[in-house]
């Protein structure tokens, strides 16, 4: 699998193009890694950097599977130095069973196809701005000359189903809009075809909302449409109502009523009144020569216990969400689920922990017992993350010490999700990993389900 770095071309800042002889190059790919025979780095200033390596095919294929997600170093074997870290941006085939890789330094991009944006009155840079955020570019690295960053009042206009309005309604600072109202609010300045997708709904919420730019008012807009939603929601299916002094008939399990944001936004800035009308559903290309490179055994695991039908589920419902909530709440049930059957190495018989109770608390008053009591009924017990490892040990999966540190990036957001507390917002780029990486754990687990199967 071994092969020899034959030449090395390297452009830098200047432009200038050198050849060098660095020996043996190494690329690692999470926790695999490959010598490699010739790349190509191309640094420039101002601009993205970006580098191509090459492989044979069959060293390549060797590694088994390669999480395209995941970050990739370039290493000097010779020099012991670290030549260039990136990510993949494509995989091609070559001539001569020859593999060539792509990949750039520095970047953050969230793959998201934009369904459809109707933007009148938006400023240039602002339109830049917004649409750069929408692709993933951290906010930290856009620099755009002329942006006006200033505070903005701006009203959102926002789809649901789930109850007919006959007539308006305000909530506190909601408005709640039936289709004649909503008609008479929508800006003369888009054209009428455009409003299709928005205005397929049984009613509207509006109200008003601050933010510097059209982006950033697109998701304080939408955390705010779905608490108010799922308030609304409860309310209505637990509450009464009453019009005009009298009730209205209802039966608690008919009006199972679920108000349901639609896929669309309108926001309107009210001092120029700029619109910014977007399509919110997901969009993907089918992918049609993509096949597995992995052979599970898809009867084995179907057949293996509902412990492991559970973290399929759960990683099912989150593998394609960028809500850093839905994915790291997923991301510890899979964990725990995965841990469940690991025993610790130590375990203390029932009557082992009975004469253990008694002796420890022989000399205590009965307030003292209680939790030294319930200290020793944890004695079998094990922490989570031991447990886990555990679990990665019997699934032959190594982690690198950037995934370990991906994963107690999100256990202290789980933490702080479970005590109240608003977490620190991981980037787009480390929620994209971190489903990668759970995509690896949940691939070796399925391995061993096989190789369990083909064993016994």
């Known amino acids: 699998m071994t092969a020899i770095l034959e030449k090395v071309e390297e452009t830098r800042p200047n432009g200038l193009l050198q050849n060098q ?27 993205v950097s970006v580098a191509t390596v090459r492989f044979n095919k069959s060293d390549f294929l060797g590694l088994g599977a390669i999480s395209y997600l995941d970050d990739v170093v370039i290493n000097s074997v010779s020099r012991k130095t670290r030549v260039f870290a990136g990510n993949i941006v494509s995989i091609q085939d070559e001539p001569n069973n020859q593999v060539l890789i792509s990949l750039v330094r520095g970047v953050e991009l969230s793959e998201i196809g934009i369904r459809a944006l109707t933007a009148t009155g938006v400023e240039h840079q602002e339109m830049f701005y917004s649409m750069a955020r929408l692709a993933g570019f951290p906010k930290d690295k856009l620099f755009i000359h002329g942006l006006n960053s200033s505070d903005k009042e701006m009203v959102a206009f926002i789809p649901f189903k789930g109850l007919l309005i006959e007539e308006d309604e305000t909530v506190g600072d909601i408005q709640i809009l039936n289709p004649k109202s909503i008609r008479d609010k929508l800006p003369k300045t888009v054209e009428s075809e455009r409003w299709n997708g928005f205005l397929d709904a049984d009613g509207w919420i509006s109200f008003h909302c601050t933010a510097p730019h059209f982006i950033e008012a ?29 009730f209205i008939e209802w039966e608690r399990t008919r009006e199972a009523i679920n108000l349901t944001r639609q896929d669309h936004i309108l926001l309107v800035a009210l001092a120029n009144d700029a619109a910014w009308l977007r399509d919110l559903s997901p969009y993907k290309p089918t992918q049609t020569k993509l096949r597995p490179t992995i052979s599970i055994d898809i009867e084995a695991v179907m057949s293996a216990s509902e412990n492991f039908y559970l ?33 610790s190495p130590v375990e203390f018989t029932k009557e082992q922990l ?9 000399n205590l008053s009965e307030e003292e017992k209680p939790p030294i009591l319930a200290a020793i009924k944890r004695l079998n017990e094990r922490p989570v993350t031991e447990k886990f490892d555990k679990h990665l040990e019997n699934i032959k999966l190594v982690l690198s010490k950037e995934d370990r540190e991906l994963l107690k990036k999100f256990r202290e957001i789980r933490n702080k999700i479970e005590h109240g507390t608003k977490p620190n917002e991981p980037s787009m780029q480390e929620i994209k990993r971190v489903r990668a990486l759970t995509n690896r754990i949940i691939l070796a687990s399925l391995k061993q389900v096989n190789a369990k199967t083909q064993g016994s």
């Open 21 to 47: 002889s660095m020996g043996e190059i190494e690329v690692i790919f999470g926790s695999v890694s490959l010598l490699c025979r010739e790349y190509k780095i191309t640094d420039k200033i101002n601009d």
């Open 354 to 362: 009975s004469d253990l109770s008694s002796r420890a608390v022989a």
């Open 218 to 246: 697109e998701n304080i807009a939408i955390e705010k449409a779905d608490v108010f939603l799922s308030a609304y929601s409860g309310i209505l299916q637990y509450g009464y109502s009453l019009f005009d002094g009298d």
């Open 311 to 343: 973290p399929l589920l759960i990683w099912n419902r989150f593998r394609d969400s960028e809500d850093y909530y839905v994915v790291t709440i997923g991301l510890w049930q899979i964990i725990e689920l995965l841990s469940s059957g690991i025993k």
